[in-house]
């Protein structure tokens, strides 16, 4: 009985869900995780969410891969994906890591030296540490020899870290989430944190105690919304419309600050032509928030000592996501609402390590430390620090690699920790490119979707089995330490990246996780101040660091941006409608993202006791009026197709949805929802429009 059975063994660590980067500690008896405490953090103060505190039984679940496997030659990649153990045997065999390595690395040096370099691809992950990031981006720049390596930031905040870097010169955050305790007024805009970062959203709940005024802005009413000083329920694609109309409030009132823009920024007399366009009273109809709302809003943030704004997907995952964020950033800009304690920008990161995956160059524009792979000045540096040639063009992201495969381009992939089969878009799609491959290698702990569809899979540690450094939402460095032994024969992710490094003819010589850590600060300055054994004493160290004994950096631009200039810049945006709008035949709009319990397509949390049994289930939220309008009930299930597929699951009524838009998660493998989005990209960040495509409804199916 796990309640009461005494832990033998204490383990400090951290959460390996969200950006939040809660500290925890695992408490063991027999290398099996008894139950999980908060710790005192610096981003969470002992507190945890429901997967924080309940989500680790994953680790000792039966599912777990223990065994390398090969495809067995005459098993073709299609069919449905089986979880079922002796279907799995039927198409794959057990290998040993010798036979693997070789069969995997082999391959992939095959078909780079026959096709070329940029013949293969490989996908890291935001839940590995930053030194399996690092490693992963190295081996594919120097073993590969080309740039095309990607990991899920492109389908979360590609688009804002675009307009970031763009405008302000950095695609982290200006404050931390605790910033929102001194702010006067803080917006949250197209998130949800009490689901997402649900620690987050406790601070801020706590700050309207104190006296913050909330807004929240969102086409669907969250539960955060229901705090809120002011909720605007603004109609799903028309962020552009809304926050350009609160723009030209502050301008034609004069609430600009004009000594920021004139000391900080460039480019201010074009934003504020674009915004002359945009009146209150003409983009009410079009966002369908009234012009005396969006009036107040816009001068409750520009007039408040100090305004905060914090966003999530619903901002990135649009064609226009870099569009959204530009004008968040504006709107920080135009009214000085940034440098300073309590203001600034704050993308909420979703994945535990997402901030610390793009740090380490796991993006196929840029080397670690965002230094770009065209940049000659750069490129010599990183030929220099790994000792050979490095290819200066940059190389494709996630879904274009999707693309590129059924060309001929991509040939060979090596995928460490990523489920594209259900997390990319049009994922009937992405399912034939990953089956349409000469060879694809995965690494992961549980055959997942992808899984299903390689030619050698190399089992790997979960969280709580290795030691690495993981960086969180709020630029926070923290250390997540192994508290149980890997099962069976999986292995630690570095030790399986080295060994596929030495078969693609790379002599690494990397001993302790430190040693990783020690070369990443010698090349990245924004964490060259922070030591290994720092670390292991504070636990958590914030960059930029970067001289040793800094105390790093919580809130930045307090004096510059890291431009050229110092100073940031404005850049306009206009109305782009999405990509594919409701019709007759596909009259609704579908909507994606998350469910508290379960965290992303749920190769983790569905195989967790407790939150599968909150959460057993795939479910469409649906407004309970549409749901009546079909003849339908709770409970009864639904189909909803779009023009890339369809599927069925059980209806929820919802009415935090609007009417006409279907929210579903995209956790649930029996009904993999992103069959059904677009594919269609942000121009800048390559971002997938995930936020909105056009589905038509109707009774009836089969779960
Ligand atoms: Fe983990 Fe995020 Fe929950 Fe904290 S808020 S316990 S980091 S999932």
């Not at 950006?19 to 139950?35: A, E, M, S």
């Not at 970062?197 to 005024?213: D, F, Q």
């Not at 480019?267 to 009036?295: F, Q």
């Not at 060259?528 to 660091?545: F, N």
Request: hydrophobic share 40%; aromatic share 8%.
């Amino acid at each position: 009985d796990a309640a009461l059975a005494v832990p033998d063994k204490q383990v400090d660590s951290v959460c390996p869900y969200c950006g939040v980067g809660c500290q925890l500690t695992y408490n063991i008896k027999d290398n099996k995780i008894l139950f999980v405490e908060g710790r005192d953090g610096p981003a969470n103060r002992e507190r945890l969410c429901v997967k924080g505190r309940y989500g680790f039984d994953y680790a000792h679940h039966p599912h777990r891969l223990t065994v390398p496997l090969i495809r067995r030659a005459d098993a073709p990649k299609s069919g449905e994906f089986t979880m079922d153990p002796a279907r799995v045997l039927d198409v794959f065999r057990e290998a040993t890591w010798e036979e693997a390595l070789d069969a995997a690395g082999g391959a992939l040096a095959r078909i780079r030296d026959t096709y070329g370099k940029r013949a293969l691809a490989g996908f890291g992950s935001a839940k590995g540490s930053n030194e399996e990031a690092y490693l992963f981006q190295k081996l594919v720049r120097t073993g590969f020899g080309s740039n095309n390596v990607d990991h899920c930031t492109r389908l979360c905040h590609a688009s804002s870290v675009a307009a970031l870097l763009e405008g302000i010169g950095s695609g982290a955050v200006s404050n931390p989430v605790m910033d929102v305790t001194l702010a006067e007024v803080v917006i949250v805009i197209g998130a949800n944190p009490t689901v997402n970062h649900p620690v987050a959203a406790t601070w801020i709940k706590n700050a309207i105690r104190n006296g913050t005024k909330l807004v929240v802005c969102d086409p669907r009413r969250s539960d955060l919304a229901r705090s809120a000083h002011r909720y605007l329920q603004f109609k799903p694609d028309t962020d552009v419309a809304l926050l350009n109309a609160m723009m030209h409030v502050i301008v034609a009132e004069g609430l600009v600050d004009q000594d920021f823009i004139a000391s900080r920024t460039i480019g201010y007399a074009e934003l504020e032509r674009n915004v002359a366009g945009y009146s209150p009273e003409l983009m009410a109809p079009i966002c369908g928030v009234d012009a005396d709302t969006i009036r107040y809003v816009a001068r409750l943030y520009a007039t408040s000592k100090a305004s905060m704004i914090l966003w999530g997907m619903g901002i990135s995952q649009h064609i226009h996501g870099t569009d959204n964020a530009r004008c968040l950033i504006a709107l920080a800009l135009m009214t000085g609402q940034i440098g300073r304690p309590g203001t600034g920008l704050h993308p909420l990161r979703g994945q535990n390590n997402v901030q610390g995956a793009s740090d380490a160059g796991l993006i196929p524009m840029m080397f670690p430390d965002y230094q770009r792979v065209d940049n000659p000045a750069a490129l010599a540096k990183f030929e220099k620090a790994w000792g050979m040639p490095l290819d200066s063009m940059p190389g494709l992201t996630v879904v274009e690699i999707m693309h590129a495969i059924p060309r001929g381009d991509i040939r060979g992939m090596y995928i460490m920790g990523e489920n594209p089969a259900m997390s990319d878009p049009d994922a009937n799609h992405a399912r034939a490119s990953l089956a349409a491959l000469d060879h694809l290698v995965v690494q992961d702990i549980f055959l997942t979707e992808t899984a299903y569809l390689a030619d050698v899979i190399l089992p790997a540690s979960a969280f709580p089995e290795k030691t690495g450094s993981f960086t969180n939402t709020d630029r926070l460095v923290q250390i997540g330490r192994q508290a149980i032994d890997p099962p069976g024969q999986a292995r630690q992710d570095l030790w399986i990246i080295g060994q596929m490094a030495a078969r693609l003819g790379l002599d690494w010589q990397y001993g302790h996780v430190s040693e990783v850590f020690d070369e990443m600060r010698r090349i990245m300055p924004s964490i060259g101040g922070i030591t290994w054994d720092r670390l292991e004493r504070e636990h958590a160290v914030t960059y930029p660091c970067t001289k040793e004994g800094d105390p790093g950096q919580p809130v930045v631009f307090t004096e510059q941006f890291p431009r050229e200039s110092g100073r940031a810049r404005f850049v306009p945006a206009d109305i782009i409608p999405a990509d594919e709008r409701p019709d007759a035949a596909y009259p609704m709009v579908l909507i994606t993202g998350r469910q508290l319990e379960h965290w992303h397509t749920g190769s983790m949390t569905r195989r967790t006791a407790v939150l599968d049994a909150i959460e057993p289930d795939p479910v469409a939220l649906v407004h309970p009026l549409d749901l009546a309008a079909l003849g339908g009930k709770p409970g009864d299930v639904v189909t909803i197709a779009s023009r890339r597929g369809e599927v069925a699951l059980y209806a929820r009524a919802d009415d935090s949805s609007p009417r006409g838009a279907i929210f579903v998660p995209f956790c649930y493998y029996e009904a993999a929802i992103n069959r059904l989005t677009n594919a269609a990209l942000d121009p800048f960040g390559k971002i997938p429009e995930f936020k909105y495509c056009a589905i038509r409804v109707a009774l009836g199916g089969v779960v």
